[in-house]
Structure formats: C-alpha cells, structure tokens
C-alpha cells in the first residue's frame, strides 16, 4: 500500500510564488515510474500539469511552461512543483499521482494524493 502526503497550498497574490511537495510512503515500495501533478478548477476538468518522468524526462501544459518547474527527490519519494509569476487562473485544487511498482505485485499501479487548494487572487 502507497500513500501520499501532498504539503498544504496556499493564497497568494498574482506575481508570487509557491511551492508544493509530494512524497510517497509505503512499507512494499520497489520503484517510483513517474510524479504528476494535476490541478482542476470549479466546472472545468483535471488537467495534467507537470510530469517528471523516470529518466529525468518533463512534461508541462503549455499555460504553465516557462512559469512552473517539476523537480524529484528519489531518495526522499518526493516531486515538488516550484510555481512562479501566479495568474488568477491558476486557482484550483492540485493534485499528486505517482506510478509505483510494488514488491509484492508485478506491474505499477497509480496513486493519487487528496489534493491541496492554491488560490490566486488578482
């Protein structure tokens, strides 16, 4: 069994910054595939945000490249996601996932945390 604890959001101006973490936690973990981040705002859809890749590869949605930056800890379990130069609408409910291959089971299985609030005022 995998958890993950997300770190809490926050409010913050447009123009500011922040940053959130993500670790996973598990007595059977063997490998961590890949990180995520999602978001999703009232009335629209989960989108994918940033994703950090096993070999160091990255996707960002493009309202994000060059303003959003994925990292990893390996040893730690943990992606963070750096936030710079916030918009209005950025707001929304942000969302880890992990794919984890366990020991005790062959293939990877998706996590996903419970999610952590950013808002962004103008």
């Known amino acids: 069994q995998v958890q993950l604890v997300e770190s809490a959001g926050g409010s913050v101006q447009a123009g500011g910054s922040l940053r959130l973490s993500c670790t996973a936690s598990g007595n059977n973990i063997y490998r961590v595939n890949f990180m995520s981040w999602y978001r999703q705002a009232p009335g629209k859809q989960r989108e994918m945000v940033a994703t950090f890749r096993d070999g160091g590869a990255r996707n960002y949605a493009d309202s994000v490249r060059g303003r959003f930056t994925i990292s990893r800890d390996d040893a730690e379990r943990t992606a963070f996601l750096q936030m710079n130069s916030l918009r209005p609408d950025d707001s929304g409910m942000y969302y880890c996932?992990?794919?984890?291959?366990?020991?005790?089971?062959?293939?990877?299985?998706?996590?996903w945390g419970q999610g952590t609030q950013v808002t962004v005022s103008s």
């Open positions: 996932t992990v794919n984890v291959r366990e020991r005790t089971d062959r293939y990877s299985k998706d996590y």
